[in-house]
């Protein structure tokens, strides 16, 4: 039972416009919820959280909604740049406990 | 401050070996974690540790042992290496479970 899904195993987009990456998950009793980007040959590192009790985070050029009625989360990045080329991960938690992770997207960011 | 460090970065075992992945961390977490990601998947948690003389297990624990004599170290034990192990293993730590740093990864083939 996949609980986070990210259904879009990849994502092209042109440098300096919106990348939208998706996520959904089943378990309505996720309260926080965490971005990781990943380089090819290195670990993930984090990148942006957001707690149910709020609709959106914003950091920079990176932002998070989430849509709980949907059970749903998105990541935009605004604008898009060549380095923003990575895999993308969603990752969901209950009471601070384990991360469940989403399969990845990978972004491609074409100059 | 290296963060998370892992050895080796790469390992070819034949089926029944044996070996340990090295991991180890410099910033004093109390949280570590040993995950497995297979390609197009999203990472899965073999095991993890909350302290030092305490770990418990994950998704994915069959086929893996692991022990937190201190706080800096969490080798993963493979005991009779199969085909199916063959994956990519990163381990990570943090000081709640939320914003986990990772290490570089240990590239496994099993053949």
């Known amino acids: 039972d996949q609980q986070v899904k990210q259904n879009s195993p990849s994502l092209s987009v042109q440098e300096g416009r919106i990348s939208i990456l998706n996520c959904d998950y089943t378990?309505?009793?996720?309260?926080?919820f965490l971005w990781y980007k990943k380089y090819p040959a290195e670990g993930p590192t984090f990148l942006i959280s957001?707690?149910?009790?709020?609709d959106k985070n914003e950091d920079g050029r990176f932002t998070v909604f989430l849509n709980k009625s949907a059970k749903h989360l998105s990541l935009h990045i605004v604008p898009s740049q060549p380095g923003d080329s990575a895999v993308y991960f969603c990752?969901?938690?209950?009471?601070?406990?384990?991360?469940?992770f989403g399969q990845g997207t990978e972004l491609s960011v074409k100059p | 401050n290296a963060g998370v460090t892992q050895t080796p970065k790469f390992r070819i075992l034949k089926i029944g070996q044996s070996m340990t992945l090295q991991c180890a961390q410099d910033?004093?977490?109390?949280?570590m974690y040993w995950y497995r990601q297979d390609p197009g998947m999203g990472l899965k948690l073999i095991y993890y540790?909350?302290?030092?003389?305490?770990?418990d297990k994950g998704e994915v624990p069959n086929g893996y042992n692991v022990s937190r004599s201190t706080t800096e170290d969490f080798p993963l034990r493979l005991e009779l290496a199969a085909p199916s192990q063959t994956s990519v293993y990163f381990c990570?730590?943090?000081?709640?479970?939320?914003?986990?740093?990772f290490g570089p990864g240990t590239r496994l083939t099993v053949t």
């Open positions: 990570a730590s943090s000081q709640t479970h939320y914003e986990q740093y």
């Open positions: 378990n309505s009793m996720f309260d926080y």
């Open positions: 957001i707690s149910s009790i709020k």
């Open positions: 990752a969901a938690t209950v009471g601070g406990g384990k991360l469940i």
């Open positions: 910033m004093n977490h109390n949280y």
């Open positions: 540790s909350v302290g030092a003389g305490i770990t």
